[in-house]
């Protein structure tokens, strides 16, 4: 049942209950540090344990050392140094193999359920490695405790509540692109897969899905700022004259860009030219505003922007998400000059 619903190999999960029932072994009947050995075969429904000690004079470590008069007998033919394994099974089983049971169940609970989880973590990793900065299509399957949870091809995989986006409505069975924002397998131990909505890479994610001049190399998203769910910028450029890359993302009649707004929940998107000319730049960045004329003190950092009153509103924009978008996309803190 395990194997069918987790999507995780028999084979490997007798690994798990074996390791299990080495840990249940050492806490109830050995050593903390005893070499044991667990044989479980459910075909035929056999359980073997054995311990594995090295055969000496004298015993210091009881957890790995037994002596010749320990074994008498069985110590015939052997040598002091030899390893010697033990079967332990009917010590444990033999007059009472249910209380064995329930006592290494419950000592085995949680080294299950841990088990389980690294391979399902690790079953995640092997799926997403290879896919790190791009995006994923998938479908809702629950909301859960402030976690949403996604279903890719028959994995569960989770959206943390620090990666979504409140505007996002997460109903079953709808679908959403998530950035594959890290893969990461540290020490070959630790495997980690971030998933997000909100980093701001997912926007030019999720334009190379519709613009394919964008995987071909021809246009160029140099930056990208964003406000998640509320507005993003970004910076595009080209090697190519006869190409205009703001126009090529947005597609003909807004067909390009209004897709990927779509697919961020309605998320306006400003796309300027990368001209390598900062004043304009700065200009076009603060856009609804009509902006009359840049000045940039480069020793400062400041970009004195000139704008008539009534256009002060436009470039502020709501909660002054506009005009912060803009002095993060050009780098220089911008200072609002309101002339008559």
């Given at each position: 049942?395990?194997?069918?619903?987790?999507?995780?190999?028999?084979?490997?999960?007798?690994?798990i209950?074996e390791?299990?029932?080495?840990?249940?072994?050492?806490?109830?009947?050995?050593?903390?540090?005893?070499?044991?050995?667990?044989?479980?075969?459910?075909?035929a429904?056999?359980?073997?344990?054995?311990?594995?000690?090295?055969?000496?004079?004298?015993?210091?470590?009881?957890?790995?050392?037994?002596?010749?008069?320990?074994?008498?007998?069985?110590?015939?033919?052997?040598?002091?140094?030899?390893?010697?394994?033990?079967?332990?099974?009917?010590?444990?089983?033999?007059t009472?193999?249910?209380?064995?049971?329930?006592?290494a169940?419950?000592a085995?609970?949680?080294?299950?359920?841990?088990?389980?989880?690294?391979?399902?973590?690790?079953?995640?990793?092997?799926?997403?490695?290879?896919?790190?900065?791009?995006?994923?299509n998938?479908?809702?399957?629950?909301?859960?405790?402030?976690?949403?949870?996604?279903?890719?091809?028959?994995?569960?995989?989770?959206?943390?509540?620090?990666?979504?986006?409140?505007?996002?409505?997460?109903?079953?069975?709808?679908?959403?692109?998530?950035?594959?924002?890290?893969?990461?397998?540290?020490?070959?131990?630790?495997?980690?897969?971030?998933?997000?909505?909100?980093?701001?890479?997912?926007?030019?994610?999720?334009?190379?899905?519709?613009?394919?001049?964008?995987?071909?190399?021809?246009?160029?998203?140099?930056?990208?700022?964003?406000?998640?769910?509320?507005?993003?910028?970004?910076?595009?450029?080209?090697?190519?004259?006869?190409?205009?890359?703001?126009?090529?993302?947005?597609?003909?009649?807004?067909?390009?860009?209004?897709?990927?707004?779509?697919?961020?929940?309605?998320?306006?998107?400003?796309?300027?030219?990368?001209?390598?000319?900062?004043?304009?730049?700065?200009?076009?960045?603060?856009?609804?505003?009509?902006?009359?004329?840049?000045?940039?003190?480069?020793?400062?950092g400041?970009?004195?922007?000139?704008?008539?009153?009534?256009?002060?509103?436009?470039?502020?924009?709501?909660?002054?998400?506009?005009?912060?978008?803009?002095?993060?996309?050009?780098?220089?803190?911008?200072?609002?000059?309101?002339?008559?």
């Amino acid at each position: 049942m395990i194997s069918a619903e987790k999507k995780i190999a028999k084979e490997k999960l007798i690994d798990i209950i074996e390791a299990a029932i080495r840990t249940a072994y050492k806490k109830d009947y050995g050593y903390k540090d005893e070499k044991v050995n667990v044989h479980l075969n459910l075909e035929a429904w056999e359980l073997e344990i054995t311990v594995e000690k090295v055969l000496v004079k004298q015993v210091q470590n009881p957890a790995l050392e037994i002596s010749f008069e320990e074994l008498w007998d069985d110590a015939d033919g052997y040598k002091e140094g030899d390893t010697i394994e033990l079967d332990v099974t009917e010590d444990v089983m033999g007059t009472d193999a249910e209380a064995f049971w329930r006592i290494a169940s419950q000592a085995a609970r949680q080294v299950i359920i841990q088990k389980i989880g690294d391979t399902e973590k690790e079953k995640i990793y092997d799926i997403f490695v290879g896919k790190e900065g791009t995006v994923v299509n998938m479908k809702v399957e629950l909301v859960e405790g402030g976690k949403v949870i996604f279903d890719y091809n028959g994995n569960q995989v989770i959206l943390p509540k620090s990666e979504q986006v409140s505007r996002d409505s997460y109903a079953a069975w709808s679908r959403f692109y998530l950035y594959v924002a890290e893969v990461s397998n540290k020490d070959g131990g630790n495997p980690k897969v971030v998933l997000s909505r909100k980093r701001a890479e997912i926007v030019p994610a999720i334009f190379a899905q519709y613009v394919p001049e964008i995987v071909d190399g021809i246009v160029i998203i140099d930056r990208v700022v964003r406000y998640p769910w509320v507005k993003t910028k970004m910076l595009v450029s080209t090697a190519y004259d006869e190409i205009d890359p703001v126009g090529t993302l947005i597609g003909q009649k807004w067909m390009r860009v209004k897709s990927v707004m779509e697919e961020l929940s309605g998320e306006k998107i400003d796309i300027i030219a990368n001209t390598n000319n900062a004043k304009e730049i700065i200009a076009k960045a603060l856009t609804p505003a009509e902006v009359v004329k840049v000045e940039i003190d480069e020793e400062k950092g400041i970009a004195n922007v000139f704008i008539k009153q009534e256009e002060r509103a436009k470039a502020v924009g709501k909660n002054w998400v506009n005009v912060n978008l803009a002095s993060d996309l050009v780098g220089y803190k911008i200072s609002l000059q309101e002339i008559d």
